[in-house]
């Protein structure tokens, strides 16, 4: 039994979904695989695309990205809150699971989240030209930081004694720490860094002992060890973004 993950699919590109549908339907059939959100903003594309990995693997676990909780083709009174309640619903009929899943001597641990600006203030560039703000809708009075907050809430504090392994596996859609860009990203790009993740995914990630923990997001694969704890990005990314992704699932070792 092995381990893979990937994130930011997609779908909505038909490439994206070709890849998802042309993916072994026999070679992963006693394997996990960990899908870290961003999948797409159609309901029943979601369905289509959780059910087919679902099919494929042992078992799918999944945690939404941004784009999965846009609203803009909606109904009017449908905000992103109540879209997340629909799509965990269709994971769970499609047979993914945001739950923790033990195998041998690992737990794998999905993390909800969002960006709470713990990594920055949002300028007017970012206000202009970020999706969410105009593909998302809140309740009054919610914002990002309330929105955050509500996830981190439902995420597992503590692990009960009986539910420890020697492994402990978290993921994520959002980054849990700022310092996961690297270095070589320009600084015309850091007004993006608001919108990137939360510090709290990272006090809960290391509260639960983890050794490892999977993100996506950024768009920026990459494998790197801080503090004891590793941390991959397997992000498959828009069809322009080809030469920057490997386009496979990677094997969390």
Known sequence: MKLFAISDIHIDYPDNARWVDNLSDMDYRDDILILAGDITE???LLAWCL????????????VPGNHDLWVRREAADMCSLRKFEHVMAIAEDSGASSRPYSYGDTLVVPLLGWYDYSFGKPNSDLSMLWMDFRACRWPDGIGPEQVTEHFLKMNPQTLPQDARRNRVVTFSHFLPRIDLIPFFVPASMHYLNPVLGSSGIEGQLRALGADTHVYGHSHINRRVSIDGVT???????????????????VEIG
Do not use: H
């Open 51 to 62: 059910g087919r990995f679902a099919a494929k693997f042992r078992q799918v676990l999944f």
């Open 231 to 249: 941390y991959i990005n397997n992000a498959f990314g828009y069809p322009q973004e080809s030469l920057m992704s490997v386009r496979r699932l």
């Open 42 to 44: 159609d309901s029943s």
